[in-house]
């Protein structure tokens, strides 16, 4: 049985250490924000102008001022702040955020990532996402190992318009956990998911791993 969505984002929450600054990507990334460890100090950063998000509102709790930059609502804590996208930009290109952890339409086994467009289909625009996997320390891509026709996402080349090149450090996905060391070019398969096999998790993928 496959990880749940909330599954992969409490098994991505694992990555996160105390003191880090950290950006969520949209989709199954914000839910992260839910299962940072008790007692751990992370301070999540959002490229429209907000340090230090809570989790999601409950529906009591709803301020639809406060928003991330996926347009959900959010909760602020005792140390948020607020500033403008500039500012939250210069942290970002600075090197100042520790990690940050994006959905993905397509990653390579080299590390690249496509997630900010199909083509022939309407978008808003890329947002964050290449000043996030060019000026992070280090990028996780959360996402489905496979699409909606059962194709493989985590594959050898994307196929999509490209948001960063050999800027993937780990991919965790619905079947299990990948990651690679620095200066190792292959992703080795770290861990599978409950009651996912090997045979299942190699069947569905394109990418050439490490798998051993």
Known sequence: MAWTRD???????QELEDGFYVNLGIG???????????????????????LGMGPFPTEDEVDPDLINAGKQTITTL???SFFDSATSFAMIRGGHIDLSILGAMEVSENGDIANWMIPGKMV????????????????IALFDHT????KSKFIKACTLPLTGQNCIHMVVTDL????????QQRFRLRELAPNVTLDEIQAKTEADVIWT
């Not at 599954?7 to 929450?13: F, T, V």
């Not at 699409?147 to 059962?150: D, E, L, S, T, V």
């Not at 299990?176 to 200066?183: L, Q």
């Open 7 to 13: 599954e992969m984002a409490a098994r991505a929450a």
């Open 78 to 80: 005792p140390k948020s």
């Open 147 to 150: 699409n909606k026709r059962g």
């Open 28 to 50: 199954i990334p914000t839910l992260v924000a839910n299962h940072i460890p008790g007692g751990m100090n992370v301070t999540l950063q959002s490229e429209n102008g907000m």
């Open 124 to 139: 808003k625009g890329m947002g964050g996402a290449m000043d996030l996997v060019a000026g992070v320390k280090r990028c």
């Open 176 to 183: 299990g956990v990948f990651d690679r060391a620095p200066g």
